[in-house]
């Protein structure tokens, strides 16, 4: 019997399903905005009738004023946050509207953030740090993967370390969330790759974590299962309807258990990718998972043969062991099925900077819910692995 006490924390409102965008002005009424700052990226902007001009209609029929920040890098920055920022405060804006995945929502926390605390943003870096109140965000969700529309996390990289850094805090939530999976329809199968397998990452290390719990474990269990009945569909027709909507709804319970459960070495060691060559989020977690989980398959075998099945693997007859050993095959399988590359040297890592990467791994905010705990030497040896 567990003898400790849980939260369980996710935005105050949260839309999803087929033309959810339509909300997003009348929410921001609700909320007492009158001038939003629009954050998302190039890219999303110069689409046509896109989720930016989509937003920006919905925004103005409800009577709010808008200005663009479309300044968002992937992987944002500090600069990003600092650039932002500027915006802010020179068009006296009061609310956030973030449209995008996982770079919009977290360049426009961490505007909240900056906009709200003196400092450094890194000197916030670690759990409940943040001592003042954001302005509201409105999170207007674009790919099926990162989740960020619904979780505490602010990931940005420090441009003079190139060290990803997590501010982790209640006061990250944004107040709405908007998961339209029309937003999502056409996106490059690449992109829908990455997304997806990141999702995957979210729920798997959801699961095993030190701190999941019956609740977060309903969320991630039912993410695994609609991620491997759907993800291969998606990434082949990006048109199809019914894999974008179920896709969104697993990127939106894998947020809700992590956001809860937390992560693990998966992460901890993708953000040091990020940072240090800037790789794709998603592509990081894809190349590490299998590694990664067969590290930590002996802290839990249960539960990761419990994954197997989750994934539409034939346990029956298996030992746990074996079965669990399923788990990393069915991983590996999606992962190469969809086009992810299989090894970190062929994205340009360099075994030189293993040791300092499984350094800092050890010190990301995600290392502590591990269900194994390691040491430097374990953590270069999966980079290793890996490459």
């Known amino acids: 019997m567990s003898y400790r006490m849980f939260d369980y924390l996710v935005p105050n409102v949260n839309f999803f399903g087929p033309n959810a965008i339509s909300v997003v002005g009348e929410r921001c009424k609700l909320l007492g905005g009158k001038k939003a700052l629009l954050v998302t990226d190039k890219g999303l902007r110069a689409i046509k009738d896109g989720a930016v001009d989509k937003t920006l209609t919905h925004l103005r029929e409800a009577g709010i004023d808008v200005v663009v920040f479309d ?7 500090d600069t990003n946050v600092r650039d932002g920022l500027e915006v802010f405060r020179k068009e006296h804006c009061d609310i956030i509207v973030t449209v995008g995945g996982g770079s919009p929502h977290d360049c426009g926390k961490g505007i909240g953030i900056a906009a709200t ?10 759990i409940e740090t943040l001592t003042n109140p954001l302005p509201p965000i409105v999170a207007v969700n674009t790919t099926a993967g990162t989740a960020s529309e619904v979780t505490r996390h ?3 990289t420090n441009t003079k370390t190139k060290v990803k850094f997590v501010i982790v805090s ?10 339209d999976p029309l937003l999502m329809l056409g996106k ?6 990455a997304t997806g397998m ?3 990452t979210h729920a798997v290390e959801a699961y095993i974590s030190k701190d999941a719990n019956p609740v977060t474990d309903a969320a991630a269990i039912q993410a695994i299962r609609l991620i491997a009945r759907n993800l291969r569909q998606a990434v082949a027709l990006g048109s199809n309807l019914k894999a974008r909507e179920n896709m969104a709804y697993a990127s939106l319970l894998a947020g809700m258990a992590f956001n809860n459960a937390n992560l693990g070495y998966v992460h901890a060691m993708a953000h040091q990718l990020g940072g240090l060559y800037d790789m794709p989020h998603g592509v990081a977690n894809a190349v590490l998972l299998p590694h990664v989980a067969r590290y930590n398959l002996i802290a839990n075998p249960e539960k990761f043969a419990d ?9 029956d007859g298996l030992s746990t062991m074996d079965a669990a050993e399923l788990a990393i095959h069915a991983i590996a399988r999606l992962s190469a099925d969809i086009g992810i590359p299989q090894h970190l040297r062929d994205l340009g890592v360099k075994e030189a900077d293993f040791p300092y990467m499984a350094e800092m791994a050890l010190k990301d ?3 502590f819910s591990n269900p194994r705990k390691g040491n430097e030497k374990e953590i270069a040896e999966i980079f290793r692995q890996a490459f």
């Open 198 to 200: 990141d999702a995957l």
């Open 154 to 156: 602010c990931v940005l």
């Open 170 to 179: 209640w006061r990250n939530l944004p107040s709405v969330s908007i998961n």
């Open 307 to 315: 994954i197997a099945e989750f994934m539409g693997e034939n346990t």
């Open 188 to 193: 490059p199968a690449p992109l829908t790759a």
């Open 365 to 367: 905010g995600n290392a």
């Open 71 to 77: 300044g968002v890098e992937p992987n944002p920055k």
């Open 117 to 126: 605390h003196e400092g450094d943003l890194y000197s916030y870096a670690g």
